[in-house]
């Protein structure tokens, strides 16, 4: 059965790799060098922090340094050629230039230019270098059943934390107490990091998109914003939810009354075929007849995986359309300077026939 197991492991890693050369060979590339982790893991299951990986179209070549020794013949799968010596990008790029490499294929929305530098000077104008970048997240982008699989188990987990959360949100509670609270117990239930830093932001601070939690003691009255995510067996979950201290008034009921219908209605939208801006849209055409279009400073959403912001991106100006296997965020929010914020976030799946969301927690407001 573990030999059964194994050859599994080893065929699910080379169909990656056969789709991604069949796509090299349809292109004006024969090699591709990988330097992006989340790719190179994608591609060959390694979870090292240092590592190249190229493809040609009919061989594959990984390439890292001895601190990775062990861990890379543990976990690398389906390339004829593991190398571990001296420096992994200088090799990869001698083996490229060893392979006749005519037309290299790099990620340029995702090197530096000090990378590009050292592959100029390696090849010297002898290889076109030619920019690829979208090629490998073209195949992240719609997930398989196991992904699927490992995305539910940590979304699962996520909505364990929220519980956790609503254990510690009181007045005068540092934000930063509630995010190590829901740190802590991610760890001990499993969790292998969190997805990005937590956010977790009361009062007038819930105004701030990205207000990471700080020091800052939880009002006594106001929103508190939530938005979290664990990673599980590799795969990054993320979630919003706004909660509020004490009584609410009228103008903060309809705030979040709108960002709740804002998301509803971007979420009935999403089905394959449909253009990613027509959800952005949904979402910002409810919040424009509520009064608050204004206060919705970013886009609806985003695609998940091995990374927490990975394509298709939800926003207005995208081309993309929803296919079957995507598994993205709806997220629209309000942010008010001087008063506060609402952001209510799921985690959807396209399905064949329309849509699934994930995300299990309530979206009613809960007052604290």
Not at 85 to 107: F, H, I, M, V, Y
Not at 330 to 353: C, F, N
Request: with cysteine.
């Amino acid at each position: 059965m573990r030999n059964d197991s194994r050859l599994k492991h080893v065929q699910y890693y080379e169909r990656r790799q056969s789709r991604v050369a069949r796509k090299l060979g349809r292109s004006k590339f024969d090699t591709l060098l990988i330097t992006q982790l989340a790719d190179i893991r994608y591609l060959c299951g390694f979870t090292g922090s240092s590592a190249v990986l190229v493809l040609t179209r009919d061989d594959a070549a990984f390439f890292t340094d001895g601190r990775y020794s062990e861990q890379a013949h543990t976990e690398v799968v389906g390339a004829a050629n593991v190398i571990i010596e001296g420096n992994p990008l200088r090799r990869a790029l001698q083996w490229s230039q060893e392979s006749k490499a005519r037309c290299l294929g790099l990620d340029f929305a995702h090197i530096s230019v000090s990378l590009f530098q050292q592959v100029q000077q390696q090849f010297g104008g002898r290889v076109k270098l030619e920019d690829c970048s979208g090629m490998v997240q073209s195949f992240r982008m719609i997930k398989d059943e196991q992904e699927i699989t490992r995305i539910r188990g940590a979304v699962k987990l996520g909505a364990e934390l929220f519980s956790t959360a609503l254990e510690s949100i009181r007045p005068g509670v540092p934000e930063s107490r509630v995010a190590a609270e829901m740190e802590y117990e991610a760890r001990r239930r499993g969790g292998e990091g969190m997805s990005f830093e937590t956010i977790v932001a009361g009062g007038t601070r819930s105004a701030l998109p990205h207000g990471r939690a700080s020091h800052a003691r939880l009002p006594r009255r106001g929103f508190v914003v939530l938005d979290f995510g664990v990673i599980l067996t590799g795969y990054c979950s993320d979630m919003t939810r706004t909660v509020h201290l004490g009584k609410t008034d009228a103008r903060e009921r309809r705030m979040y009354d709108a960002v709740l219908r804002a998301q509803l209605a971007a979420i009935g939208k999403v089905r394959p075929g449909v253009g990613v801006s027509v959800v952005d849209a949904a979402a910002r055409e409810t919040l424009d007849r509520a009064g608050f279009g204004q206060f919705f400073t970013h886009s609806t959403g985003h695609g998940m995986g091995l990374e927490v912001h990975e394509p298709p991106r939800i926003a207005g100006k995208q081309r993309q359309k929803l296919q079957p296997g995507m598994v993205i965020t709806v997220e629209p929010g309000v942010y008010i300077p001087g008063e506060g914020g609402v952001r209510i976030e799921d985690m959807v799946l396209v399905t064949d026939s329309g849509c699934e969301v994930l995300t299990p927690t309530t979206k009613k407001l809960i007052t604290i």
